[in-house]
């Protein structure tokens, strides 16, 4: 497959094509079609590429710049809000970019789907990089090749990239962790998160083992810091130039959270609290013993609901209930405190391990909207976000992430109010604006995510967030390519959205008149694509 450059004095076009039955395009077990032909154009009448085209088929997607004095524009031209001007905009690659045996996945359609991404002016992309994928094997043992090989794809496209340092599992696609920390979970199963029914959530280690040396005989921290080091060191070459971000994962999913949902995939309750493994019911018992209340510190609520209960189906979660006692107070602190102390000593790990490389540091929360508009807000409280006396329950995590001169990622900017369910008195709307105050308070500047799902009205709900200038958001992370996101349907919206995020400017290396016709061609197996002049 090719990807073909012909430059002339007008005008110089750019084709991506995707053969979808030939290729085997797939992410995942999808795989991209499309029974009709859809056409989508923007034009900018100060750049000589008149009009961006997006042809999709069954058979191909092609992606052309082509010379359109009398095309239409795509969307009215409108004054661009100066907060748009700084937001630079970055998609995120597959999860299983990079599989377990370091090789790098649908290598073709990613490559070809990364020059498409460029010409429609994305600015950069970002890359999971999985702690279960790197040091699988052994302690120590480090194995950057698959990740290594796409940085080397991205620079050469002339993307920017922004990794994700992952130290937790995944369920979709299967990422678990290293199979060495697996092996010392079989034997020590109290590393893990555990629920009140004894069932443990084996994608992440329990926050209560961050300084204890359980991996032989090494701390979590320990081990972060050692993959950091290592990362830094195999990447250098790329550091400030290709790699302008890090986010370090601090939790599930990457987020800075308790598995609280672990048992519930369609999360209709408001989750369970994750303080039943060895090491936390310890830390909970010295701390019930300090306060003077030891009987405090046998175990969680026990009125608490279950996962699949609604939170006023018992009356932890009640106005008045356990929650507001003097009982609920002692636990909910703890429980908090504990996520906030993890979030410290990851991002002070990073700041040092990473320290003087000009490269700004990220973590990610979670948005937990569903509940919000119950007082007791249990959603975020099973989750670990908690403050006394009626406090901002987000001003400690703020106040951690400007101490170690982190940004904050939020996700869900998608996200409205108009679209949740009314059962679920959800407000994604009133938290995210909750949260990016609090940021502004601690001058944390915040970078912005979608949700995992399309929803309804999305990319218009993006747009509205990044026009916030109360909040200024310097980048936006849209996840993820894949099947859904090169589908015809998808893939013309996501073209509207970056025509609504700014007019299209042609990069330095595109305004260069060139007479000559370049062909980059895609080769097979894990190295990067080859120039080739014709």
Known sequence: MEVSVIGNPQARICRAE????????????????????NRVSFCNQSSKWKEIAIRCSQRSVKCEAIVSDDAPPFLNSTPKSKSLESVKLFVG??????????????????????KALKLLGVQGIELPIFWGVVEKEAAGRYEWSGYLAVAEIVKKVGLKLHVSLSFHGSKHPEIGLPDWVAKIGEAEPGIYFTDRYGQQYKDCLSFAVDDVPVLHGKTPMEVYRGFCDSFKSAFSDYMGNTITGITLGLGPDGELKYPSHQHNVKRSGAGEFQCYDKHMLTALKAYAESTGNPLWGLGGPHDAPAYDHQPNSSTFFSDGGSWESQYGNFFLSWYSSLLTSHADRVLSVASSAFSGIGVPLCGKLPLLHQWHKLRSQPSELTAGFYS?????????????????????????????????????LSSPESLLAHIKTSCKKQGVVVSGQNSSTPVPGGFERIVENLKDENVGIDLFTYQRMGALFFSPEHFHAFTVFVRNLSRFELSSDDKAADVEDETVSIGSGTGAPSLQTA
């Open 388 to 424: 006394s006396n009626g406090q901002d329950r987000y001003e400690a995590i703020t106040e951690i992430f400007a101490k170690n001169s982190c940004r904050m990622i939020i996700p869900g900017m998608d996200l409205s109010d108009e679209h949740q369910s009314p059962e679920s």
């Open 93 to 114: 690659l597959p999860l299983d970019t990079v599989s377990d045996c370091n090789n790098v996945n649908h290598l073709k359609a990613i490559t070809a789907g990364l």
């Open 18 to 37: 995707l053969a979808y039955r030939e290729l085997g395009f797939r992410f995942g077990s999808e795989v991209i079609s499309g029974e009709s032909r």
